[in-house]
């Protein structure tokens, strides 16, 4: 039965995909797109990637979302001659041939495929964590969570650059410029608490369970986004002292923690014996930090009004 | 007692995809968009309702259960306020 | 029990996948936009059966996630300053009536 789920979720995917390419209306496939992260969700489900699954479902339907909506609602639509045929049939053939490339490597891979898992499962019980991925994005391959939140920064300083020179540490542009909805407001005053509420269970339960720092701090991104959108808070200054504070304290103790396991335990990112659940504890707390306020100001966009004082 | 409750979630569950299928042949047939909008919001709302209500018995811990009823009321806030803000926007350009 | 829940659960993708379908061909940009209503509330169905059906409780928090977030997109239409009245060309290449 589950394979029939598979067989349906597979042909949705692929119609909702078909239908993105095709479709002309700019703000439709913007829809489309947030309901093909959402049925990506559930495929990462059905493939017992729930850790995976949930960081789809935050960024697939609140991140991302947001953010192409925002952006096709401003983008002023020029119209442009549809591209020529042997174009189209040049790319198409491209497509296939990627397709066919990466049909092919995934069916010829040898089974059972050959995986880490096994050693990762048996080094687990010395990291104090019981939750794997936690492991290997903490533990294991912490140098990659470490040059990821590194990423984030260069994303963010890239949108601000696209911001106006004058602009430079001011605010981006109101979302709302009328009065808000009342059922936007009621939903801004209703919603969050229970996202904080729920994030910081994610946060916690993510050394065990799936959940972790980026779910969390992606869930309270978009509930600071929403109280934004209904007026009661203003737009974050992207100068502002306090919120470059919380997109610097991450990276910071990140890399203090990890130059102080070279005295401490003999490598660049090595936890000492015994305090390696703690020491973990703590980078995801600050990595939470700055990862809420990239995010935020990420889908918030550039500076577009001059800077307050 | 777990027979009864077994056959509690058979029928809760059981109702709940009713009213899924409800929802759908509603979202198929109705004309308007603010009909469809009603039958996409209020239809699947309490099929949904009815699932977790079926499933509350088969929680093995409080935690769970809690969470289940917590997902119920989100999903009635979410829903209720989209509704609302749909309508608007079908109304306000069709 | 499992068996019986994993069906309901199918019901309900396919429920979905109708909706989908005739969601994103409806003419007028409402109906595309409840497109993410419709995964949202039928989703967190599908997960919370399926969490159910094979035992992992963790599948709860993903329906839990999905339940927070469906409503925000509408939210971010509702917006006035994201309507046709500022930045975006009329009705000729944009909206099919």
Known sequence: MIDAFALLLTILVLVTAGWIAVARDTRAVVFGFIGYGLLLSLVWVLLSSVDVALTEAAIGGGATGILLLRVAARLKVEPHPAPGRAMRISVGVLCAIVTAALAAIVLTLPDPAPSLAPLTAEHLASTELGNPVTAVLLAYRALDTLLEIFVLLLALIGVWSLGADRYWGGAPAEWNTGMPAPALAFLARILPPFGIVFAAYLFWVGADEPGGKFQASTILAAMWLLVVMAGILPMPQTGGRRIRAALAIGPVVFIAIGFAGIPMAGGFLAYPEGFAKPLIILIEAALAFSIVAALTLLVAGPAEQAPRS | ?94 | MAEFLTAAALFIALMMALGMVRLLRGPGAVDRMMAAQLLGTSGAAICLLISFAVELPALIDVALTLALLAALAAATMSLKAGSAAQGEKPAPQGEKP
């Open chain 2, 1 to 94: 007692m777990s027979l009864g409750l077994n056959i509690f979630t058979v029928l809760m569950v059981s109702a709940g995809a009713f009213f899924f299928l409800a929802g759908t042949v509603g979202l198929l047939r109705f004309p308007d968009p603010l009909t469809r909008l009603h039958a996409l919001t209020k239809a699947d709302n309490l099929g949904l309702g009815l699932v977790i209500l079926g499933l509350l018995p088969q929680t093995v811990s409080l935690l769970g259960g809690l969470k289940l009823v917590l997902v119920w009321v989100l999903v009635q806030i979410g829903s209720s306020a989209a509704s609302q803000l749909l309508a608007r926007l079908a109304l306000r350009r069709p």
